[in-house]
Structures are given as structure tokens and as C-alpha cells.
């Protein structure tokens, strides 16, 4: 079915479809069509490149779109690139002659398809536009060269300038070039052999609302041309800049405080909540604040004593906890507990499982000893959790990781327990009756875990469920613990509930070696998600924290990865110990682990205060949340088994429960990663825009870009390139990226970086639409990675498809979504932008009254992405902002038209309460 995805919350404009016209020409092979659109009254003018004709269709019923005429205009070129309709209800059309590099014609015609007149205009005409009056056209002169070295042509870039005048036969041209124009630096003038005024390739024209100025995009040169159109001169040249791809990424902290008590010791010590130990993000109020549940682990206890471990509340049920943020207030809300129960109803315990007679610590099935203040051994419970991860499934169940088996907890919505997960063999091994502890279906060698280190995360995706081992398994089962921090193999265990199958994969941490005897060892998960669309996140950390350490001590790392090409490790963990194996040694018995790729540093981020990330939460493509364990308040404690009372010892101070907001922002670099991972990467962007558009608000007035990219790529100069194969060329602290196709490898960058600069690579567009000042030149605002992660949102199977093939992660490596088009318009009395996406396909729709802070207001997109079907409509072009005075509906509309397809879709814009 057709996507149409509307903005999470009030919106101020709704867009309603209310047709579409086919050209009919793409079904028939007949090339490009429907690539560029005009629209006046109840006629639609549609260009048909490759046909070389005109489409005039009836829209009096914008429901029933009907060909009245089709114009053949191949007897004045050699290809149909623009259409424009003035005030006047004059049609132009642009021609490129049949040689491009010749001069190219505009053909004027009636609104029913009569040809008036021509004009002879400059090599490869690619826009036209009219004045405000309609007295004038302007046509932006593309002049591309035919190939680069001798024999070669390459015209000059010009803009046209026709004086509409209705009784001449021979309309007078001003032409507008580029000859001796001053180029200010940050113009890119690198065509091998040629003049600035050949190099120039002007794009796209907007002209003012006074008419008086017209503003010309020079896509490859990522500059801004300003003309005045009355004497028909370049005023000013403005380049771009560029943009940098690697902002450093921003955590904002919120502590959790006014936490509820939990009881208190049998000696009388009340205890608060804590000890969160996972992290869901459910969504948003109908107020904005971010919601999210994380539960508790298996309660408030000490540090053991050989293999007694106290628990201050033997009692304590562990329990799920809702949380709401008021990012505006910084408030964090405990909005409700859900209390985890037995199928019977009875409370569940945090309690070890099993007491193995004569077992140690190292032996498999074995946990902890239990023991009260007083140290008195207690019961031991079957079914008792440390729960260390959670995830809410679509039907608002709960799926829990759990340390001591390791164990899967499946749980409804009310907390009630319906199945419990663990290892083949744990009632054998316990000398326990079959299901005492859970149904055994897991892989048996998980019961190889350290103790209190089996499962720390848990995700669901594509109706499975993944369990992430903390640490590598103690597997021989005699391996010691100093051996064991320094391995780095951890298991990642798919589990699928219809069928009870399982698979399993190896995931190697970092694990670098300790900076000082005080660095703790950053040899444990912390948490992971799902991604949307595929793939996962996942926290590796230590135990240290500022201002106790030093931040260059402390690693905290988020990492994405996909399955793809990773091995199952099932039918293989008879033969070999995979979990002590370096790569080198997988690889030699045929294992290949997940690939990862850095997300995001979350110390260097600025989450560095707290020891214990165990909480991960995905909100949105480049938005994550965190949130540590605080250990209750009671991670450091002296006991006095006499009194059964305990005091915090002198260098300890418990650490508060910090919630992370996690804002990363760049751009997805690879298209082999199979991930949606956007983050930040050492590469600069040319804004390189296609279309512009100009708007006023207030006195001023602004331009909208939108900055797809483009290269040059003739016979003797090809600029494009992946980095990998120019990796030499850059600084060797980023070689090692530039040489890895899961990171920049396969980027595609220039051969030819603006003004010979080399720090870092450049790549074509900016994967964002902007604002500038048009008096100033200054950019006002920029859409950052949002049109990324708004489309990984929407479409996450399809995340930067390309327009002609229903795929994921395809033009990761080169433009993303491709923002092409734009136009600007008055609804209501609020402007609004709307951007064309040329590859993932539909529009963004942005309110811009105020400039400088532009909202989100809807993206719609009508592609098909079922099967191999890209239609109805697909790689939008051009976009049109039709006024209500010019609408054959009376209402404001939006004309957008589709090359891939050749289709023109037709939307209603009307105005909605907030």
C-alpha cells in the first residue's frame, strides 16, 4: 500500500490527496517523463523529456486528471527539460537542442498548445521561471560540457533573460554570463581546462517577491548567484561553505529524583528505588514528554563475601517502573510499578536459584549464596530474577533478561509471569524435578556464564527475541576470572517463541587493556535495542566514572550491528571453545562474528559521571536514551552482621539515577553496514543545491535550498570516488575508517576537494534543506540529519532506498534521501516548505514562518514499497506550491511531479487546528 505518515502531534497544515496523472510514457519505454510540472487554473502543463513533447491535461476534477493534448516539440530539439505558466497564462517550455552543447530554444504556447513564438537561449536550458508580472522569463543555462580535453566543447553557464512582449515575433534575449565575474573563495571552479564562466553551471532560479532580484543556484560550483533582472547583471556570487558531518554528539542528563521508598531493613534502614538495570522508550505524552519503563534488578544488596552475598530486603519484588520526562521542565516523573508476579499471583523474588551441594563458584548452574544482614543463608527461589534488560512487544508484553540461569522472563501486561526461558540441563544439574526453574529450551553451554554475569540485555525484533550474554562464558569451565577479563567474546542468543529454535553469534568487545591499575576493565554489555528496519545497538562499559577517573580512563561505547554475514555458532560449540578464540582464530574454524560500527562515544558525549550504563533506549534515528544503575545507594557498605544494620563507607558516595538524552547527528555513511546509523563522521558536505525558493517573513527576505549534491562525470574527468580507494590521501589518523566499507570505505567523495584540501573528504549535498538570508547570504537554519531520521522513522525497511527498486540501505553511500526539490507557500497565513526527496521519494513539509526555528510539520510519501513495485509515485523532481487563486479547487494545492514514474500527484494543503 501507499505510505502516508503523518507528524507525530498537532500539525498545522494537512495534505490530502487528491490525484495523480500518468503520462503513460515509462509504461511504454518511451524514457523519461512527468519530470517537470506547471499547473494554472484547471490546466497542467507535464514536460516528457525523451519524448520531446508537452502533456496539457484537463484538472477541472483534480480526482480524474484527463489528456486534452500532447504537443510534439522534437522539431525544436532535442529534449524537453522545464515548463513554467505565467500570470499571464502564457506557456514556456525549455528545449535543449539535440546537440547539448548547442544553443537551446524556449517554445512559448497558448494554453491550448498553440506554439507562438520561440527564443534562442544558452547551451542545455534546465529551469525556467516568469516574473511575478509575467513581463519576463528567466532560463537557467546549464552549458554542462560534452567531455573534458581536446575536441571537447564546453560552453559557458548563462541565465536568459526574455521580455514577454506580446506583438514582437522575435522576443528580445538578454543574456546574463559569468565572464569576469569576481569568484569570492569556497567557489568550486575545477572543470579541467575551463573558465570560471565555462565552469559555472547555473540550476535552478527563484526570483524575489518584488521581482527585482533573481537568485541562481550553481549546484556544482556550491555557490549562490545573485542577478538583478533589470539590468541583467551578476550582483554577487555567494559560496556556500560547507558542512561538518562530525559535530560532537550531546548527552542531556536528567536526574531521577523524589524516587518512592521500597521498605525497610529488619533493622528499621528505609531504602528508596533504584537499581535500574533496563530501558524501553514507549513514546510521547499527548503533552510531549518522553515516556519509558525500566525495572528494578534483583533488589538492594552488598558486596559478597567469598560466595555469601547479603541482601538487605530478601523480601523485595523486583519490578517494572514507568518514567515520564519533561525535557522543557527537566522533571523525571515515576509514574507507575508494575509488580512482577508469579503465574500464581504470588510475588516474584529477587533470589538466587540454585544451591548446588559442593559446587564453587566456577561450576556451571551454581549461584550465589543468599544471606540476610545477620548473615543467615536464606532460601533459595527457582523462579527468583536479576533482571538486567526489558523490551514491551506489540502486545504490550514483557520480555525481561535475567543474570542468574541466564534466563529469557516472558511476562503479560500486568506483570504476571508467563513463561520462564533457561539452559538445557539446569534441573539435572541442580538435582531438581524437570521445569523447576523454567522450561529448558536455551543452549545448554550458557550455563557456562560467570556467576551474576548471564544475561544483561534483551531485544525483540521481527517477532524474535535476542538475549546478550554480559561477559564471555567461562568456557572450560575451570577458566579463572583473571583470565576471563581479559577475553572479549560475548554470545548474542536468538530465540523465536513459535518455533522454540535457537541460534547463536559472537559479538567481540573492545576490551582495551587497563590504562593504570585503577582502570576497571570494560569487559561487560550494558545494555542493547533493536533498531527499526534491522539491526541493533549495544552499550560496552566499565565500571569507572568522573571525576573518580580520569575521562580518558572511562569507556562507555554505544555500537551498532546487523546478523548479516555473521555465523550461528550452534553446530559449532561442540568442537571448539569459540568464547576464548581471538578473530584470528574464529575466522580459522570458519566463524565470522557480528560486524560492528561505533554509534556513538557516550563519556567523550558527556555521560561520564555515573559507573554503570545499563539502561538503552532507541527514540528515534539520531536519538537514543540512557540511564545507569545506582546500585539502590548501597554499592559500597559496611555490614554489621551483629546488628544486622550497615553504614556507607567513607570514600562512597552513591551515585544519583541519571537519565540520558542522547542526541548524535551526521549522516549514514555506508550501504554495506545494513544498519540505520547515523552518526557522526570526519567528512565535510557541498550543500550543492537543486532547487531554491525565496520567501519573506517580516522586512527580510530568504532563500530555501535544497541541497542535493551533484558530480561531474564526462570523459576526461570522473569526479566521483569511493574513499577507500583515496584513503593515502587524508591524515593516517582516519585511514582506518576511510579503509572500512561498514564505516567510510565506500563513501562516495570527490577526487577534486575544494581549494586542494585534504584534512578530511568532501561529499556531494548536505542531506538537508536550508534557510538563508538572501540580503546577507548567511544560513539562518539547517535541517541537520532530521530528513534521514524522519525517513528511518517512517519507512525503517526502506531506508534510503533508491527510487527505481524497493531496497535498504542502498544510497547510504552516496546523497541518502537526496532532497531536490522545494517550493515555498502561504497557507493560513503561515509559510510552509516542502521538500522533495528524489530517491526515498515523497515530501517533507516544514512551517518556516519564523526562519530561524522552522517545525516539522508531515512527510507523505504515496511509493508503494510492497514487492518490487516502486509506484504510484516515485522520484519526485520538481515540486509546485499551487496559490488558492490559482488552484482549479479554490483551495491551495501542492503539484508534485515524478520522474521514475511519470506521474504528476496532486494534494489539497488545508489548514488544521493545532
Not at 550491528?561 to 553446530?571: C, K, Q
Not at 562512597?652 to 553496514?673: F, H, K, M, N
Not at 569511493?722 to 564505516?743: E, F, G
Not at 546577507?776 to 533508491?802: C, H
Amino acid at each position: 500500500m501507499p505510505l502516508l505518515v503523518a507528524a507525530a502531534g498537532a500539525q498545522a497544515l494537512s495534505l490530502e490527496p487528491l490525484g495523480r496523472y500518468d503520462t503513460g510514457l515509462i509504461q511504454a519505454g518511451q524514457g523519461t517523463a512527468g519530470e517537470t510540472a506547471a499547473l494554472r487554473g484547471d490546466r497542467l502543463y507535464v514536460t516528457n523529456a525523451d519524448d520531446v513533447s508537452l502533456d496539457i491535461v484537463d484538472v477541472s476534477n483534480p480526482a480524474q486528471p484527463y489528456l486534452l493534448r500532447r504537443v510534439p516539440l522534437a522539431a525544436y530539439g532535442g529534449s524537453v527539460t522545464s515548463v513554467a505558466v505565467s500570470s499571464k497564462n502564457l506557456i514556456a517550455v525549455a528545449v535543449a537542442a539535440v546537440t547539448k552543447t548547442d544553443p537551446g530554444s524556449v517554445v512559448f504556447l497558448t494554453p491550448a498548445g498553440q506554439v507562438i513564438r520561440t527564443a534562442t537561449v544558452g547551451a542545455l536550458p534546465d529551469m525556467v521561471t516568469f516574473t511575478p508580472d509575467g513581463k519576463r522569463l528567466l532560463v537557467a543555462n546549464e552549458g554542462e560540457p560534452d567531455c573534458y580535453g581536446a575536441g571537447c566543447t564546453d560552453p559557458e553557464g548563462t541565465v536568459s533573460i526574455i521580455r514577454v512582449v506580446p506583438m514582437l515575433p522575435q522576443l528580445p534575449v538578454q543574456t546574463v554570463d559569468f565572464g569576469g565575474v569576481a569568484m569570492p573563495d569556497g567557489v568550486r571552479i575545477f572543470g579541467p581546462g575551463a573558465t570560471p564562466a565555462q565552469d559555472v553551471e547555473p540550476e535552478y532560479i527563484t526570483i524575489d517577491p518584488t521581482g527585482a532580484r533573481a537568485f541562481v543556484t550553481l549546484q556544482e560550483n556550491n555557490a549562490i548567484a545573485e542577478i538583478d533582472i533589470r539590468t541583467a547583471r551578476v550582483t554577487g556570487i555567494r559560496a556556500l561553505g560547507f558542512k561538518d558531518f562530525d559535530p560532537a554528539p550531546v548527552v542531556e542528563s536528567f536526574e531521577v529524583t523524589g524516587l518512592p521508598g521500597i521498605g525497610a531493613t529488619a533493622a528499621g534502614q528505609a531504602l528508596s528505588l533504584g537499581g535500574f538495570s533496563g530501558l524501553f522508550y514507549e513514546g510521547k505524552t499527548d503533552d510531549g514528554k518522553l515516556k519509558f519503563v525500566t525495572h528494578t534488578d534483583r533488589g538492594p544488596n552488598g558486596e559478597p563475601t567469598g560466595s555469601l552475598r547479603p541482601f538487605l530486603l530478601p523480601d523485595f519484588s523486583p519490578r517494572i517502573v514507568r518514567l515520564e520526562l519533561d525535557r522543557t521542565t527537566g522533571q523525571v516523573e515515576v509514574t507507575g510499578q508494575v509488580a512482577l508476579r508469579l503465574p500464581d499471583g504470588s510475588a516474584l523474588t529477587g533470589l538466587p536459584n540454585t544451591a548446588i551441594a559442593g559446587a564453587t563458584a566456577s561450576t556451571p548452574y551454581n549461584d550465589e549464596v543468599p544471606v540476610d544482614l545477620h548473615g543467615n543463608v536464606l532460601s533459595t527461589d527457582p523462579l527468583g530474577a536479576d533482571l538486567e534488560g526489558v523490551v514491551v512487544d506489540a502486545n504490550g508484553h514483557f520480555w525481561m533478561a535475567d543474570e542468574y540461569r541466564p534466563a529469557i522472563y516472558h511476562f503479560d501486561r500486568e506483570g504476571l509471569l508467563i513463561e520462564r526461558l533457561v539452559p538445557i540441563g539446569t534441573a539435572a544439574a541442580a538435582g531438581a524435578p524437570a521445569d523447576t526453574f523454567g522450561t529448558e529450551v536455551l543452549p545448554a553451554v550458557l550455563a557456562q556464564r560467570r556467576q551474576n554475569r548471564g544475561f544483561e540485555a534483551i531485544a525483540v525484533q521481527d517477532g524474535k527475541v535476542y538475549a546478550f550474554v554480559q561477559s564471555p562464558l567461562r568456557n572450560p569451565a575451570t577458566l579463572a576470572n583473571g583470565a576471563l577479563n581479559a577475553m572479549r567474546n560475548i554470545r548474542v542468543v536468538e530465540f523465536d517463541p513459535a518455533t522454540q529454535a535457537t541460534r547463536q553469534f559472537m559479538y567481540v568487545m573492545d576490551n582495551p587493556a587497563p590504562l593504570n591499575a585503577d582502570d576497571s576493565i570494560a569487559d561487560k554489555i550494558g545494555d542493547a535495542v533493536a533498531m527499526p528496519g534491522g539491526g541493533f545497538l549495544v552499550v560496552e562499559r566499565d565500571d569507572d566514572a568522573v571525576p573518580a577517573d580520569p575521562a580518558a580512563q572511562i569507556t562507555k561505547k554505544v555500537y551498532a550491528f546487523s546478523l548479516t554475514g555473521a555465523t550461528d555458532i550452534t553446530d559449532k560449540d561442540v568442537l571448539y571453545d569459540l568464547d576464548q578464540m581471538s578473530t584470528s582464530e574464529l575466522a580459522a574454524v570458519g566463524v565470522t562474528p557480528l560486524a560492528k560500527v561505533l554509534h556513538v562515544d557516550l563519556a567523550s558525549a558527556g555521560y561520564d559521571t555515573v559507573q554503570k550504563v545499563e539502561g538503552l533506549a532507541y527514540i528515534d534515528a539520531n536519538t537514543l536514551a540512557v540511564i545507569n544503575d545506582n546500585d539502590f545507594g548501597v554499592a559500597g557498605i559496611s555490614i554489621d552482621t551483629a546488628t544486622g544494620t550497615f553504614v556507607l563507607l567513607p570514600d562512597y558516595q552513591p551515585e544519583p539515577t541519571l537519565l540520558g538524552i542522547v542526541s548524535t547527528s551526521g549522516l549514514d555513511a555506508s550501504d554495506r553496514d545494513n544498519l540505520v546509523n547515523i552518526r557522526n563522521w570526519p567528512v565535510y558536505g557541498m550543500y550543492q543545491p537543486d532547487a531554491v525558493a525565496s520567501f519573506t517573513a517580516g522586512d527580510r527576505t530568504y532563500l530555501i535550498t535544497a541541497n542535493e549534491g551533484d558530480a561531474r562525470d564526462y570523459d576526461g574527468f570522473a569526479e566521483e570516488v569511493r574513499a577507500r580507494s583515496v584513503r593515502s590521501s587524508y591524515p593516517a589518523a582516519i585511514q582506518p575508517v576511510l579503509n572500512d566499507n561498514l564505516q567510510l570505505g565506500r563513501l562516495t567523495v570527490t577526487r577534486a576537494p575544494p581549494g586542494g584540501d585534504y584534512s578530511r573528504p568532501y561529499v556531494f549535498g548536505t542531506r538537508s534543506f536550508s534557510i538563508w538570508d538572501a540580503a546577507s547570504g548567511d544560513q539562518v537554519w539547517d535541517s541537520g540529519a532530521e530528513l534521514e531520521a524522519r525517513t528511518a522513522a517512517a519507512v525503517p525497511r526502506n531506508f534510503n532506498s533508491n527510487n527505481d527498486e524497493n531496497t535498504f540501505d542502498d544510497r547510504s553511500d552516496n546523497k541518502g534521501p537526496e532532497p531536490e526539490g522545494v517550493a515555498v507557500g502561504t497557507v493560513a497565513g503561515r509559510s510552509y516548505a516542502f521538500v522533495g526527496l528524489e530517491r526515498i521519494g515523497g515530501v517533507m513539509v516544514y512551517d518556516v514562518t519564523d526562519p530561524a526555528a522552522p517545525d516539522f510539520v508531515d512527510y507523505v510519501n504515496p511509493r508503494s514499497f510492497d514487492g518490487e513495485a516502486v509506484g504510484p509515485d516515485s522520484g519526485p523532481e520538481v515540486v509546485r506550491f499551487i496559490e488558492a487563486k490559482d488552484s482549479p479547487t479554490g483551495t491551495p494545492m501542492l503539484v508534485v511531479a515524478n520522474e521514475i514514474t511519470g506521474t504528476v500527484s496532486l494534494w489539497r494543503l488545508t489548514p488544521s487546528a493545532p
